[in-house]
């Protein structure tokens, strides 16, 4: 469209709708004057990232339509606009209105963040979002937030995830010694009890250390984002059950004012589209893992394994003590902690005469 | 507001909304001439039921915010506009533009549609998400739903449902014989077969026919809906777990034409409330089952029962049998079946090493 034929069109609509305006009265169709929004969302994910990404993606696009385009928002990967761990402080500081990342990752900000994404031996998805939902969790998430003009909200889960990769055998706790694990916050703070050091990797130099040997272990999500991660050509042993993120929730958060400054409406497309992705995210893990996990151990001679009860035991044992340490570090951390544990209590009870009695009878 | 006073305010609102759009230019707000479109929802429940019937009324408010109010949706207990049973056929003969319910209620128009509600011994909450949402159930159901003008969505889950209330002791398969049990579906076929008979009472009798003996048992939900609904009062012997209903999906479905009318952003406002809807129901459910519970057994004496070994392992053989007769009856049932059942295999496997593992090493 050339400039003149561009401003022409624009004058011819501008009419058209003040003609539709004009022509308003009882029962004809509403006229909205509604401002467009257009917002950026930084992500700790690389760009497209399967499933965590590509959920970041599809929450932006349902927003879109939705809104009839009213609110766009670009989304970016980590390290396109800031590093993925500067995406809590950019969303505080208002530099972007949007973030998208999972909350334990800002351990440094609040010990208990961390309730919020993942606990060692504590709740499941189902459970997380039981809490966070009709439980009083969100509530307290959103204290913990606020003073960072920050309002964070579920958005996708990986489901239980996998013990981690290996470069040798667990047969005892005692092997844990020495062995240098990628495994970040409560877990690795368990490897540390049990003697390992955990270390510290971006998702982008996992399989580099791992295959220089810098580490000797990774843990990640689950078969079929690890399949594609590729860390299958460079460990051997793959474990299960995972104790350290048993249902980690993936969050989105939107700064205050840029909340505040929203209508209504949109305030509430984006808190759907909010819970639409996270039951998406869940329900793509779940229906692709075991096709990958046949993948790795049938065309790549991945050694499934199971951790042994010792090793279990023990680092329930562990988990105990960090979660009390943690839980007991500030004021709120405590309030938060009491009220998951009062509510994980619950949960359990019930799960144990449903879903876990059921899964019984039928495995 | 007056006659008048409602003239005047209707006459300056169009005189300033004209105003506004004959102001509009290039970075100034978009104007927007759109349809306001009021509709009715019926249900299968009684009005503003808790969760099943609130999670409606949810839906209804969540795509009307998000609308901005440009589609109002009514929604109808039960027997307010058409009696429950009838909701399908309201829907789909477009006396009214959506519905609400759970799909084995029409098995008599199809014996498929019971696998996108509950199978005895299938799959749970998780897992028929992750086939309906990631692994192409959603495709089949619309398949099957096409005929009907029909477009169903998931909407809601109930989770694992107890295996129910009795007003004898269950020790032995032979237990069943006789037995007059209020169980709709599969799980009333799976009774017919243990020799006893499978009674049809909608929510609002049950009460009354276990108090008067005209049933034996009934099965209901689970312990926060079945205290609402009393039945501690009339019936002794609570059983778990359910294997007729381990996690019962909840419908909404849209008549094809009224879906078609509307533009694509009100489309996908409604299939995002739904999601929503579906995650938040389980949560309640979720949330406030052991509360319940509880009651139930400390302040009303109810006997809280394990089914025997054997009775189950009778039932999940009775359970293949009707199955394998369900998924035979028509070529577009045995396709549904046969997916369901590939599916299932997969999710399990899945299940064994991540949720079913990680409950081991939990409880």
């Known amino acids: 469209m050339s400039k003149q034929n561009r401003r022409d069109?624009?004058?011819?609509?501008?009419?058209?709708?003040?003609?539709v305006a004009a022509?308003?009265?009882?029962?004809?169709?509403a006229v909205h004057a509604k401002k467009t929004y257009t917002w950026r969302m930084v992500t700790t994910w690389p760009p497209?990232?399967?499933?965590?990404?590509?959920?970041?993606?599809?929450?932006?696009?349902?927003?879109?339509?939705?809104?009839?385009?009213?609110?766009?928002?670009?989304?970016?990967g980590g390290g396109e606009l800031v590093p993925p761990l500067q995406t809590f402080d950019a969303v505080s500081q208002g530099m972007v209105e949007m973030g998208h990342g999972a909350s334990y990752y800002w351990a440094g900000k609040s010990p208990a963040t961390q309730f919020f994404a993942a606990v060692?031996?504590?709740?499941?998805?189902?459970?997380?979002?039981?809490?966070?939902?009709?439980?009083?969790?969100?509530?307290?998430?959103?204290?913990?937030?606020?003073?960072?003009?920050?309002?964070?909200?579920?958005?996708?889960?990986?489901?239980?995830?996998?013990?981690?990769?290996?470069?040798?055998?667990?047969?005892?706790?005692k092997d844990f010694k020495g062995l240098k694990m990628r495994i970040p916050g409560l877990g690795g703070k368990l490897l540390a009890k049990a003697g390992g050091t955990a270390v510290l990797s971006a998702g982008g130099?996992?399989?580099?250390?791992?295959?220089?040997?810098?580490?000797?272990?990774?843990?990640?999500?689950?078969?079929?984002?690890?399949?594609?991660?590729?860390?299958?050509?460079?460990?051997?042993?793959?474990?299960?059950?995972?104790?350290?993120?048993?249902?980690?929730?993936?969050?989105?958060?939107?700064?205050?004012?840029?909340?505040?400054?929203?209508?209504?409406?949109?305030?509430?497309?984006?808190?759907?589209?909010?819970?639409r992705s996270n039951i998406w995210m869940l329900s793509e893990f779940e229906a692709k893992n075991n096709t990958y996990l046949q993948k790795l151990i049938n065309e790549h001679g991945v050694k499934l394994k199971k951790f042994p009860d010792e090793v279990v035991t023990t680092m329930r044992g562990y988990a105990r003590e960090v979660l009390e340490e943690v839980?007991?570090?500030?004021?709120?951390?405590k309030k938060i902690y009491e009220h998951y544990l009062k509510f994980q209590k619950n949960v359990r009870a019930w799960a144990k005469i449903s879903e876990i009695a059921y899964a019984k009878i039928t495995s």
Request: avoid cysteine; charged fraction near 20%; proline fraction near 6%.
């Open 327 to 333: 839980g007991n570090k500030d004021k709120q951390s």
């Open 120 to 173: 060692p031996f504590g709740m499941n998805a189902q459970q997380m979002n039981a809490w966070l939902y009709s439980g009083g969790g969100l509530e307290l998430w959103e204290e913990l937030y606020a003073p960072f003009n920050l309002k964070p909200m579920p958005a996708g889960n990986t489901g239980v995830q996998m013990g981690g990769w290996f470069n040798r055998e667990i047969n005892s706790v």
């Open 205 to 275: 130099e996992i399989y580099t250390n791992l295959e220089r040997g810098v580490i000797d272990a990774t843990e990640w999500v689950g078969p079929y984002h690890d399949y594609l991660m590729g860390f299958y050509k460079v460990a051997k042993y793959y474990y299960y059950p995972g104790w350290h993120e048993p249902g980690t929730v993936l969050e989105t958060f939107v700064n205050k004012k840029a909340w505040d400054s929203l209508p209504k409406d949109l305030q509430e497309i984006i808190t759907t589209a909010a819970a």
């Open 48 to 76: 497209h990232f399967p499933v965590l990404g590509e959920g970041a993606d599809k929450m932006a696009e349902w927003i879109e339509k939705m809104s009839g385009g009213r609110l766009k928002i670009q989304v970016y």
């Open 23 to 29: 022509a308003t009265t009882v029962g004809a169709p």
């Open 9 to 19: 069109f624009l004058k011819k609509a501008t009419v058209t709708t003040a003609a």
